[in-house]
């Protein structure tokens, strides 16, 4: 079975530069997570989509994140513009449904630097 | 807002010595707690989970953790470590209703051969 798939896995823009990370989950999970791992921390919860719904997005920064899930398969993860401090990992985890049982499983992340 | 502390932040080790990696958490109601594993350029797995029932748990390549609700605590143990064994180990919890999955600091374990 294929696993949760990020591309691409290494990005390096300057900073005000847009950047976007995608996102293709395991096969017939419905939810989508986005975090974000900042070096030395734990992720932490950005997006949660049920289907192509956003459920959760009280920690997206709106104002420079966006993101989406039209079909409610793949995802893709926006920033415009990137700032020096966004520079970290962006991990994107998939579940089967919703649940607080539920395993989420994770991609290998891309790892953003912004110069 | 729930909270977990992974007070470890570098665990050094011989093989086959014993491990014990704290975690604790915040919130006082019902919680799931779960072990990732982070091996060295690889993503994060899963090691175990606590969903409900013996608090006792057994998760894949000879881990437990035992969730003590008096001390909000879900300690992962091993008996004996192998080398490999080093990697980035995260404790995390959700809460009854909130799927939000909250991550400890994380705790990097190095054994030695």
């Known amino acids: 079975e294929a696993g949760v798939v990020q591309s691409p896995r290494y990005k390096i823009i300057e900073k005000k530069q847009p950047v976007a990370f995608w996102c293709n989950p395991i096969?017939?999970?419905?939810?989508l997570y986005w975090y974000l791992q900042n070096l030395g921390q734990g992720p932490e919860l950005l997006i949660r989509y049920e289907n192509e719904e956003a459920v959760d997005d009280s920690q997206l920064p709106k104002d420079r994140f966006s993101a989406e899930r039209l079909k409610g398969v793949d995802s893709t993860l926006k920033i415009q513009p990137a700032e020096l401090g966004d520079s970290a990992v962006y991990l994107c985890?998939?579940?089967?449904?919703?649940?607080?049982?539920?395993?989420?499983?994770f991609g290998p992340g891309t790892r953003l630097l912004v110069l | 807002a729930q909270s977990v502390s992974q007070h470890n932040h570098h665990v050094i080790l011989s093989e086959a010595a014993s491990l014990e990696l704290g975690c604790n958490y915040s919130?006082?109601?019902?919680?799931?707690l779960f072990w990732y594993v982070q091996y060295p350029g690889q993503h994060l797995q899963l090691l175990l989970k606590?969903?409900?029932?013996?608090?006792l748990v057994k998760g894949i390549k000879g881990f437990e953790a035992e969730f003590i609700k008096s001390k909000f605590s879900f300690n992962l143990r091993k008996p004996s470590v192998q080398w490999s064994d080093t990697a980035e180990y995260f404790c995390a919890s959700t809460n009854f209703g909130n799927e939000k999955l909250t991550f400890g600091t994380g705790t990097r374990l190095t054994i030695i051969p």
């Open positions: 985890a998939s579940s089967l449904e919703a649940g607080t049982g539920e395993t989420q499983y």
């Open positions: 919130y006082g109601g019902t919680v799931n």
């Open positions: 096969s017939g999970h419905n939810t």
């Open positions: 606590y969903f409900s029932g013996d608090p």
